[in-house]
């Protein structure tokens, strides 16, 4: 019997945490909606980082879950199936936010720029790097 492989989950974890602060850096001034030297000032608070942290965990904890449940899938198809929880759960979500909000097609892709590249680091790493088997029943 699979275990959840928490060295491939922590690996993952630290990896979107990195991705995830390039990407705030990166965050165009259009979308933020002030300048650069008011940029400069205002950082992100304590909480919305670790709210931000939380939520990341959450997601990937349950992305390992659920590949530890799924039999029968090659690590190609787990691959598959991790892009495809993304694809088909949170992508509409980006799309109802951008109907409803009316926020420009750059802006939308900018949401969507993190989510496909944590999606696609634990697409990569977590089917690949399974737990070791263990002959003794827990």
């Known amino acids: 019997m699979y275990k959840i492989n928490h060295k491939a989950v922590v690996l993952v974890f630290i990896f979107q945490m990195v991705v995830g602060g390039i990407w705030y850096a990166s965050t165009p001034f259009s979308f933020l909606g002030r300048t650069a030297l008011e940029d ?20 990937l904890y349950f992305t390992a879950w659920l590949l530890v449940k799924v039999k029968g899938l090659s690590g190609f198809g787990r691959f598959f199936l991790v892009m495809g929880i993304w694809l088909f759960i949170v ?38 790097w399974r737990s070791s088997r263990s002959i003794f029943k827990d």
């Open 40 to 59: 400069m000032a205002k950082q992100p608070t304590v909480g919305m980082v670790l709210l931000f942290a939380f939520s990341t965990f959450v997601y």
């Open 91 to 128: 992508v509409p979500n980006y799309i109802f936010v951008f109907i409803n909000l009316h926020l420009s097609e750059s802006d939308v892709l900018y949401l969507l720029s993190y989510g496909a590249a944590s999606c696609a680091i634990a697409a990569i790493i977590l089917p690949l």
